[in-house]
């Protein structure tokens, strides 16, 4: 009896990982995918923004594999050794060229869009800066991201130009008032005067000098949950708003 029921497991067991298998092959969530499809999306979405990626990984791949191919023949390396070399700085050449056509092409696709700063913010290191998407939001589509890291608070506006800044104002205020003189930094996303590119939020982030050290942005955190916990709900309509996310696992890998 115990031999039918452990064979009994066993067969539901095998059916459930066949099933499991069947169901990530045919998903369309890039967490489902392996590393392989990953990046083979990664490109293909990367090649539909900007068609001269498939020409940069040609050229910068062949010119690594050819570099270690000629040090390897120069320096008399034994040929099973520099043959592998130069085929692995090839496919790792194309790789970063790949990484960073991503980028620019999500840049791309997404500028402009409501929730487009999330594209900038997921890159920063996680191990030093937080963020909250739309802590604030209008019913036109005007929000208001947070970001928390050494450099202290960021406030980024997306939206028009003559709402946005009260709204960016409102929250410093609000932002002032319980982190106790920590910077509060105001950044409008855009390409206006004053306003900055999606392109170059990462950078302007992390270039801001830092004044906090882990303890206190840990400090600041509990603060601003406090604060979060009593402002209203931000009015964001119903409905998926652009985002992304799936685009943004594929492409990095994930």
Same mark, same amino acid.
């Given at each position: 009896?115990?031999?039918?029921?452990?064979?009994?497991?066993?067969?539901?067991?095998?059916?459930?990982?066949?099933?499991?298998?069947?169901?990530?092959?045919?998903?369309?969530?890039?967490?489902?995918?392996?590393?392989?499809?990953?990046?083979?999306?990664?490109?293909?979405?990367?090649?539909?923004?900007?068609?001269?990626?498939?020409?940069?990984?040609?050229?910068?791949?062949?010119?690594?594999?050819?570099?270690?191919?000629?040090?390897?023949?120069?320096?008399?390396?034994?040929?099973?050794?520099?043959?592998? %070399?130069?085929?692995?700085?090839?496919?790792?050449?194309?790789?970063?060229?790949?990484?960073?056509?991503?980028?620019?092409?999500?840049?791309?696709?997404?500028?402009?869009?409501?929730?487009?700063?999330?594209?900038?913010?997921?890159?920063?290191?996680?191990?030093?800066?937080?963020?909250?998407?739309?802590?604030?939001?209008?019913?036109?589509?005007?929000?208001?991201?947070?970001?928390?890291?050494?450099?202290?608070?960021?406030?980024?506006?997306?939206?028009?130009?003559?709402?946005?800044?009260?709204?960016?104002?409102?929250?410093?205020?609000?932002?002032?008032?319980?982190?106790?003189?920590?910077?509060?930094?105001?950044?409008?996303?855009?390409?206006?005067?004053?306003?900055?590119?999606?392109?170059?939020?990462?950078?302007?982030?992390?270039?801001?000098?830092?004044?906090?050290?882990?303890?206190?942005?840990?400090?600041?955190?509990?603060? %601003?949950?406090?604060?979060?916990?009593?402002?209203?709900?931000?009015?964001?309509?119903?409905?998926?708003?652009?985002?992304?996310?799936?685009?943004?696992?594929?492409?990095?890998?994930?």
């Amino acid at each position: 009896m115990a031999s039918e029921k452990a064979k009994e497991l066993a067969a539901k067991q095998k059916a459930a990982r066949k099933a499991e298998k069947e169901r990530k092959k045919n998903s369309t969530d890039p967490r489902d995918w392996g590393r392989v499809r990953q990046m083979v999306e990664a490109y293909k979405q990367t090649a539909k923004v900007d068609p001269s990626v498939t020409w940069w990984m040609l050229g910068i791949g062949l010119a690594a594999a050819a570099v270690i191919a000629v040090l390897g023949i120069v320096s008399n390396m034994i040929v099973w050794l520099w043959i592998p %070399l130069a085929l692995v700085s090839g496919v790792l050449g194309a790789m970063m060229v790949l990484t960073r056509k991503v980028r620019t092409a999500m840049i791309k696709r997404y500028e402009g869009q409501p929730g487009s700063a999330e594209v900038a913010l997921q890159v920063l290191n996680k191990k030093r800066y937080s963020y909250e998407i739309g802590i604030a939001a209008t019913r036109q589509l005007d929000l208001v991201h947070r970001v928390l890291g050494p450099s202290g608070i960021v406030l980024i506006g997306e939206g028009a130009t003559g709402r946005i800044k009260p709204m960016l104002a409102g929250e410093a205020r609000k932002h002032e008032q319980v982190s106790y003189g920590v910077p509060v930094t105001q950044f409008v996303l855009g390409k206006g005067e004053g306003q900055v590119p999606l392109g170059q939020l990462q950078k302007r982030i992390e270039k801001l000098p830092n004044v906090l050290k882990a303890h206190q942005v840990t400090d600041v955190r509990n603060r %601003l949950r406090a604060l979060d916990a009593v402002r209203p709900k931000a009015p964001i309509p119903k409905g998926p708003m652009p985002s992304p996310k799936g685009i943004n696992r594929a492409m990095r890998g994930r």
